[in-house]
């Protein structure tokens, strides 16, 4: 798949927070342009930032905020993915957004 594709995913992915999903768009729009550098580099500098590893997941899902976001149900629900992830042996966040992102960040060097 190319880079490209995963921008489009990183996009339209429902878990994808505003920062990111703009910095995603801002890039689209500046491919071919003389622009298309320095979006490559927000962009990055953006999923740098936003894609999450397991452990992060895990501890923010085990606190009350996450219940308090999601409700305790689905927190407790999340947490018990990540932690089965990651005892797995995977290191990220396996979200739409997050592997959208991190498929971006394994192969920047395209963008």
């Known amino acids: 798949m190319a880079v ?3 921008v489009k995913e990183l996009v339209a992915a429902p878990s ?3 920062e990111a999903k703009e910095a995603g ?3 689209l729009a500046a491919v071919g342009t003389d622009d298309q550098k320095k979006a490559a580099e927000m962009l990055v500098a953006e999923l ?6 397991l452990d992060q997941n895990i501890e923010f899902f085990a606190s009350p905020a996450a219940a308090e976001k999601f409700g ?3 927190a407790e629900g999340y947490l018990a993915h990540f932690k089965e992830a ?3 042996g995977e290191k990220w ?4 957004a997050c592997a959208a992102g991190k498929a971006v960040l394994d ?3 395209e963008l």
């Open 72 to 74: 305790k149900e689905a």
């Open 25 to 27: 768009e801002r890039y």
């Open 107 to 109: 192969h920047k060097e």
């Open 48 to 53: 740098e930032e936003d894609v999450l590893t």
């Open 4 to 6: 490209i594709d995963s």
């Open 16 to 18: 994808v927070c505003p």
């Open 93 to 96: 966040c396996d979200c739409p």
């Open 86 to 88: 990651k005892a797995a």
